[in-house]
């Protein structure tokens, strides 16, 4: 009676097989892919293209960012830093990711240009992404919105005028084109003097040099 062993030792091995396969399939599909699929840490946009970017200051390090992104809050400190290191002449703009339907990592756009078009954005920032990524606040929830705007004595009756202001309009226009046209799909991102598009791929102060470098000598660091 050996078909029972014999079965127990085909079966074994084709279990072995399957589970072989899967594995080299997932590394294949999902580790592979992934890999070949990601954005380049460092994009350059065309002479050609730059003429038609909605951006239209040659000398700026524009720093793409989102209140739900807990990387751009942290790097609040380095990015404050490297402000400080601009060179006479040149600017760093901060600006909401946007998309057309708020959603994602875009859902905080109108609080930021609301707060912008108010003249708040710097001195509530930190608070926006403490109560986004600590303390759970929706701020895309009107009620919920409110008591933030409230806890940190906001005028709510101000900021409903001004969200609804033709300056808060111009402004989520502009992000939203700046966001598409850059193809922005995550935050923080660096747009240097409107044709290096620079996800962090090191780190500070080691970045800083970096994007300077791309704002003062249009090209990279030598790696």
Not at 32 to 48: H, I, K, Q, W
Request: with cysteine; proline share 4%; net charge negative.
């Amino acid at each position: 009676m050996l078909y029972k062993p014999r079965f127990l030792v085909a079966y074994t091995f084709a279990l072995i097989l399957m589970s072989s396969l899967t594995t080299t399939a997932y590394f294949h599909y999902f580790v592979l892919g992934s890999a070949e699929n990601e954005e380049p840490a460092l994009r350059f946009v065309s002479d050609e293209q730059v003429n038609n970017s909605p951006l239209k200051e040659n000398n700026t390090i524009v720093e793409i960012i989102s209140y739900g992104c807990h990387y751009c809050a942290v790097n609040e400190k380095n990015v404050a830093k490297l402000e400080s290191r601009l060179p006479p002449g040149t600017r760093l703009i901060r600006l909401h990711l946007s998309n057309e339907q708020h959603t994602g990592l875009a859902s905080f756009a109108p609080v930021f240009a609301t707060l912008t078009a108010m003249g708040l954005e710097d001195k509530y920032r930190a608070s926006a992404y403490r109560a986004i990524l600590e303390q759970n606040i929706d701020l895309t929830d009107e009620r919920q919105l409110n008591n933030w705007l409230q806890a940190n004595g906001i005028d709510s009756k101000a900021y409903a005028k001004a969200s609804k202001s033709q300056a808060v309009k111009t402004l989520l226009d502009s992000m939203k084109s700046i966001s598409r046209f850059y193809t922005i799909r995550a935050t923080p991102t660096f747009i240097v003097g409107n044709k290096w598009v620079a996800t962090q791929d090191r780190d500070f102060p080691e970045f800083t040099d970096q994007l300077l470098s791309l704002l003062e000598h249009d090209k990279p660091l030598e790696e």
